[in-house]
């Protein structure tokens, strides 16, 4: 008769299993999302959804500044709780959080935002500070840029001329079906070639020639 011994690993003493990778993987990758979706979404909504460029981009305390103390701040408490397998994680998580976060002011932020053509050097600015903290919490640069790329083609939107963003509009909706007004899609899917990410822009472009084509086309109102 053969017996068959079943082997339990374990550490940290008798009795204390370990659990299986993957699942301790996606346990990870859980808490991690979950931890993102509350630093960024909650904890730090009064310095970037409830004030980030509110007022405009010239304001001083409506810039990052603000938000990127408040986000180190959490960053580190989040750094102090976690174990250093779940750290890594945890950083890209809030990272793609603050990514999407970002966006949605830019893109979605309501009538009290709106920017001209030369406030994209200034966004492009805080976007850029706001990966220079992840790369201080561990993440490789790389790493960041990879995160940003699609962000940063979606805001380099900002620095095209109100006709260029018209004719790019035009010219991308022609193969698509009827844009009736931004439709609610989730930020991952903006991007610097799609028509209803142009007429976002469009929409939060603080000029006359905005303001006459989203009449003539929309009937939309003035932004101010």
Request: with cysteine.
């Amino acid at each position: 008769m053969t017996t068959t011994t079943t082997t339990t690993t374990t550490t940290g003493g008798a009795g204390a299993s370990i659990a299986p990778r993957p699942a301790l993987d996606a346990a990870i990758q859980h808490v991690s999302e979950l931890s993102a979706y509350r630093l960024v979404f909650l904890d730090s909504a009064h310095v970037l959804h409830q004030a980030l460029y509110l007022g405009g981009v010239a304001e001083a305390q409506a810039r990052i500044r603000p938000a990127l103390r408040v986000m180190k701040q959490n960053l580190a408490f989040l750094a102090s709780v976690l174990g250093a397998r779940a750290q890594p994680p945890a950083v890209r998580e809030v990272l793609k959080a603050a990514v999407e976060a970002f966006l949605t002011v830019v893109l979605a932020g309501g009538s009290g935002r709106a920017f001209s053509r030369a406030d994209y050097g200034a966004v492009a600015d805080d976007f850029a500070a706001l990966k220079r903290l992840f790369s201080s919490f561990g993440m490789a640069e790389e790493a960041v840029d990879r995160e940003a790329a699609q962000a940063e083609g979606v805001l380099a939107l900002m620095a095209l001329s109100t006709e260029k963003l018209i004719d790019e509009f035009l010219r991308l909706s022609a193969s698509t079906p009827p844009i009736m007004m931004p439709q609610l899609l989730p930020t991952r899917r903006w991007t610097c070639s799609d028509a209803n990410t142009l007429l976002r822009v469009l929409c939060h472009r603080d000029d006359e020639a905005a303001n006459r084509f989203l009449k003539k086309v929309f009937d939309l109102p003035k932004r101010r």
